[in-house]
T-cell receptor
Framework: KAGVTQTPRYLIKTRGQQVTLSCSPI?????VSWYQQTPGQGLQFLFE???????NKGNFPGRFSGRQFSNSRSEMNVSTLELGDSALYLC????????????FGDGTRLSIL | EDQVTQSPEALRLQEGESSSLNCSYT??????LFWYRQDPGKGPEFLFT???AGEEKEKERLKATLTKKESFLHITAPKPEDSATYLC?????????????FGEGTQLTVNP
């Protein structure tokens, strides 16, 4: 069974640009969540999508947005990039029930110059 | 607000030297406590879910236990391949959806 797939694995951008990251969940999983991981802050929750609807949102500015398609694939967009956005962005999928675990992809490493 | 604190931040063991990692949590009703392992350059790999105090789960050299305020990850006779960062996360009753709150992790190094 294929795991969570994130593309691209690495990205280098400059300040002010925008970026789109992609996530394909495990087959049959309807929930996709996004996290930002940095050395100082650990894993911070960005948002969750379930059946194409955002059902949970973390404390990040509006520059961070996402969407989910009918096949459960998800994209995350960051506009007007700042140096502090450099991080590992992780996508996690789950069946979407209340108590099950999330399964993570290997992330997209975003570096802002 | 759900909170998770892990200790120690880093742990260095000799091969075969058993030890435990601690995860203290604060939630208003626990819907699940999750342990993950993360290797450098990789995403977190799911290990265990615990739901109620007294529950235990085992996998190879790892055993996770749960009380009402903390969880322990016991590592018995570790091998160098057990070296990784171990993350603890919780989901509270007031959390909507699948959102997890993570601790900072314990970086484990097992020397041969």
């Amino acid at each position: 069974k294929a795991g969570v797939t994130q593309t691209p694995r690495y990205l280098i951008k400059t300040r002010g640009q925008q970026v789109t990251l992609s996530c394909s969940p495990i087959s049959g999983h309807r929930s996709v969540s996004w996290y930002q991981q940095t050395p100082g802050q650990g894993l911070q929750f960005l948002f969750e999508y379930f059946s194409e609807t955002q059902r949970n949102k973390g404390n990040f500015p509006g520059r961070f947005s996402g969407r989910q398609f009918s096949n459960s694939r998800s994209e995350m967009n960051v506009s007007t990039l700042e140096l502090g956005d450099s991080a590992l962005y992780l996508c996690a999928s789950s069946r979407g029930d209340r108590d099950g675990p999330q399964h993570f992809g290997d992330g997209t490493r975003l570096s802002i110059l | 607000e759900d909170q998770v604190t892990q200790s120690p931040e880093a742990l260095r063991l000799q091969e075969g030297e058993s030890s435990s990692l601690n995860c203290s949590y604060t939630v208003s009703g626990l819907r699940g406590l999750f342990w993950y392992r993360q290797d450098p350059g990789k995403g977190p790999e799911f290990l265990f879910t615990l739901y109620s105090a007294g529950e235990e789960k085992e996998k190879e050299r790892l055993k996770a236990t749960l009380t009402k305020k903390e969880s322990f990850l016991h590592i018995t006779a570790p091998k160098p391949e057990d070296s990784a960062t171990y993350l603890c996360a919780v989901r509270g009753a007031e959390t909507s959806g699948s959102r997890l709150t993570f601790g900072e992790g314990t970086q484990l190094t097992v020397n041969p």
